[in-house]
């Protein structure tokens, strides 16, 4: 058992049942990228680092803040199962039927929803499908769909970026690897849209999603091809077509959406923060450094669904039942005091955050993802060197899902340029590349929220 958080206050449950009760609500008007970090510190201060939460109306569960105890609960699956066919709520028929978070946490054949010997039988088919991916290929396909993407735009001085290079791309990108065409993509990335975004349309929209996957697969079967589909359905796991096809919208679902947020946020903090501009003309910073800076302040999905307490114990100050439905706080988890500076500010070069998940269900595909943002954010900086954004932040659109705050628009403008042929420089690897150009004066000192590279590291409690 976890000893109490020192900070938190007496369970938030019913003395009798230890049940939770209503806790803040992650979904609603009002709570966006902005508004979250506040939130979760509110929550903290309340109950410590797990407190009750509201992830759909009438549906409680708990919200894991702390990092120590994240990182438990990634780790320890004879405590916190992922089969959410142990949810109490959904045993006992407290969930409806048309609940808007079902299509993301019903269970399915998948590996995000599987303990042990089952979970680590499709990990080896999804890792190794992954792992046959050629990285100078990939880094060659996004380059040149972002370039083709800034060249349908680039005459007209304005774009959403978000709809027009972040929505897109990933999704050109990933339907190459799955061997669909670009219509197929799209009809994927709107089904995707619609499940997470934890609304009505979300069961049709993984209907929807099902329906293209299925008939991709028995395309596959037919004609075995030179992508992830065949490398799936011929591997020596042997999944069944059922478990590719829920394989596959687990892949395309937090592939897609993790690179798109990835992206639109990168780009949104380089527009927003000066500083941290000028150090990446400069020089000063990689691609790769600011790419971690926004995974410890604003990880793609805030909130990751779900464990499911196996057994009744005390977990971060509070009284947990079995069946209880507990959600990964990745962002609150990034944002503990008890791993953090003191000036509360991440690390340069430290990639201990939790954007990514832990233990044996981290995600699989995180270096594809880094390799496509990276690219994606490089060339569009060198494509366009006078990107601005076109409306104060305040009024930028965000979407609304308990699991990830992602910006919905991100209007910019510039000065329509003559593109060049030929590739752009390229910050394949960690070591930082000088511009072209002559360098810059040295910016002025960073704000709190992107320290000098000589910050201390963190120190993680002991878990």
């Given amino acids: 058992m976890s000893t109490p958080h020192p900070t938190a206050r007496p369970a938030a449950g019913c003395p009798v049942t230890g049940a939770p009760v209503t806790g803040a609500a992650l979904y609603g008007p009002g709570l966006d990228g902005n508004t979250m970090p506040a939130l979760y510190e509110e929550l903290r201060g309340t109950h410590g680092p797990v407190a009750p939460v509201s992830v759909a109306p009438g549906i409680d569960a708990w919200l894991v803040l702390g990092h120590r105890e994240l990182l438990r609960l990634t780790r320890e699956e004879q405590d916190f199962s992922h089969d959410p066919r142990r949810w109490s709520l ?54 040149t769909t972002a370039e083709a993407l800034i060249a349908g735009f680039a005459a007209h001085g304005e774009a959403d970026l978000v709809a027009a290079y972040a929505r897109m791309l990933p999704m050109r990108v990933i339907a190459g690897l799955l061997g669909v065409d670009d219509r197929t993509g799209r009809e994927l990335v709107e089904a ?17 999603m099902g329906a293209i996957l299925l008939s991709l697969i028995e395309e596959k079967r037919r004609v075995r091809g030179d992508d992830m589909v065949s490398a799936l359905l011929h591997h020596p796991a042997r999944l069944t077509d059922e478990e590719v096809l829920h394989n596959l919208v687990v892949m395309f679902v937090a592939g897609n959406q993790t690179t798109v947020n990835w ?45 499911y307490a196996t057994r009744d114990m005390s977990f971060g100050g509070q009284d947990i039942r079995a069946g209880d439905m507990l959600i990964l706080g990745l962002a609150a988890a990034n944002a503990d005091p008890e791993v953090l500076p003191a000036d509360g500010a991440p690390v340069v070069g430290n990639r201990s955050h939790l954007a990514f998940g832990a233990g044996p269900h981290t995600c699989p595909a995180q270096d594809p993802a880094r390799l496509i943002t990276r690219t994606a954010v490089d060339t569009i900086r060198h494509r366009l060197p006078d990107l601005e954004l076109a409306v104060p932040e305040a009024e930028l659109k965000w979407v609304n899902s308990p699991w990830s705050k992602g910006l919905g628009t991100l209007p910019v403008r510039f000065t329509s340029p003559q593109l060049p042929q030929g590739p752009v420089p390229s910050q394949a690897t960690r070591t930082t590349t000088t511009a072209s150009t002559p360098a810059p004066p040295p910016p002025p000192p960073p704000p709190p929220a992107w320290p000098h590279r000589n910050a201390a590291q963190p120190q993680a409690r002991p878990h």
Avoid: K
């Fill in 90 to 143: 959904l045993r006992e028929g407290r969930v409806p039927a048309d609940s808007p978070i079902l299509p993301m946490v019903g269970w399915r054949p998948a590996l995000l929803f599987a303990d042990g010997q089952q979970h680590r039988r499709m990990r080896t088919a999804v890792s190794d499908a992954l792992a046959g991916i050629n990285g100078h290929e990939l880094r060659r396909s996004v380059r």
């Fill in 192 to 208: 995707v849209g619609g499940l997470v975004s934890a609304t009505s349309g979300a069961a049709d929209a993984s209907r929807r």
């Fill in 263 to 307: 992206i639109a946020t990168a780009l949104r903090i380089l527009l927003c923060d000066p500083a941290l501009r000028s150090s990446l003309s400069g020089g000063h910073l990689s691609v790769d450094d600011a790419l971690d800076l926004v995974l410890w302040r604003f990880p793609p999905t805030q909130n990751f669904p779900a464990r």
